[in-house]
């Protein structure tokens, strides 16, 4: 089902790292693990999350964020949706399309009604995908090709719906690999034309040769891959946004040209979600040559 409204907007994302103008983010107000719903929130269970750490980190990247001259839009937050921060797995933006996604679990439906709420409130046009469960956290683009992860979060059936809807504008690659890994960029991200990182325990030869015929890929170790080492956020420029603790990740895209920003958001990590994950972007523009 099709929104639409009368005012003009700069809707456009064709990959993960063209320069990032537009993002939607989500407080960690009430971030807590109230049911275990990935294998890092099974690990972090009993210790729990520090809220006012959590919103300490979280405002540090948004002030990085912002530094870098990118808008920043803060949905309103709300005590029944513990897992808000993660706003990247309540929609997409392919090419000049925003998609508002059908969560799986269900201590994450009615999320995305606050997405819409405020597109909605912007009159911003948005697709609204119904009875095809997807989460913005398996959909990766770049360019013309889409990888799209079958995951526990995102059916077949979906990735079906989205071939029918972007078969003339797109190329859709379903990539399949651990579930237990919840999302395709908690294994796998594309980070320039040339560069990807993978988590190779998580993936079939397939799929790992795949992209390693398209990209030079940075192998993440399994240690940094708890600690979500591929879910960097460029932000355009050769400039990503990293944690600290991932040492070998930061050292890898380093040698290879690019400028790592490391921020701390090791509290929000706890529930299985780092940068790419507490971030929806809706405009990014290409990089000029």
């Known amino acids: 089902m099709v929104q639409t409204f009368t005012k ?4 456009q994302c064709f ?3 063209n320069i990032l103008k537009k993002v939607i983010l989500c407080q960690p107000q009430y971030m807590t693990i109230r049911d275990v719903i990935n294998e890092t929130q099974k690990k972090f269970k009993n210790e729990g999350i520090h809220i006012e750490k959590a919103l300490e980190q979280h405002e540090e990247f948004v002030k990085t964020l912002r530094a870098f001259d990118i808008e920043v839009i ?3 937050y709300h005590k029944k949706y513990p897992e808000q921060v993660f706003t990247r797995d309540i929609g997409f933006t392919l090419g000049e399309t925003i998609f508002v996604a059908d969560m799986a679990s269900n201590i994450r439906h009615g999320e995305e009604n606050v997405l819409k709420q405020w597109l909605e409130d ?3 046009s948005y697709y609204n995908i119904i009875g095809h469960q997807i989460e913005g956290g398996d959909v990766i683009i770049d360019q013309d090709t889409i990888y799209i992860g079958i995951s526990d979060r995102t059916t ?3 990735i079906d719906h989205m071939q029918r809807l972007l078969n003339d504008q797109f190329n859709i690659v379903p990539i399949d690999f651990e579930s237990k890994y919840l999302h395709l960029d908690c294994v796998f991200n594309v980070v320039s034309p040339e560069v990807a990182l993978i988590y190779p325990g998580a993936l079939h030869q397939k799929e790992i ?3 390693k015929s398209r990209f030079e890929c940075i192998e993440v170790s399994k240690e940094e891959q708890f600690t979500l080492g591929t879910n ?3 932000i355009g420029n050769n400039k990503i946004i990293s944690l600290p603790v991932n040492q070998h990740v930061n050292k890898e895209l380093r040698s290879r ?3 790592v920003i490391e921020v701390d958001i090791t509290e929000i990590i706890k529930s299985g979600g780092s940068f790419r994950c507490c971030t929806l972007p809706i405009h990014r523009e290409p990089m000029k040559p």
């Open 257 to 259: 040209g690019f400028e």
């Open 15 to 17: 990959t993960e790292y």
């Open 232 to 234: 960097v956020l460029s």
């Open 8 to 11: 003009p907007h700069k809707i």
């Open 156 to 158: 077949s059936e979906a």
């Open 74 to 76: 803060l949905l309103p």
């Open 209 to 211: 040769d795949l992209f």
């Open 122 to 124: 912007e009159e911003i």
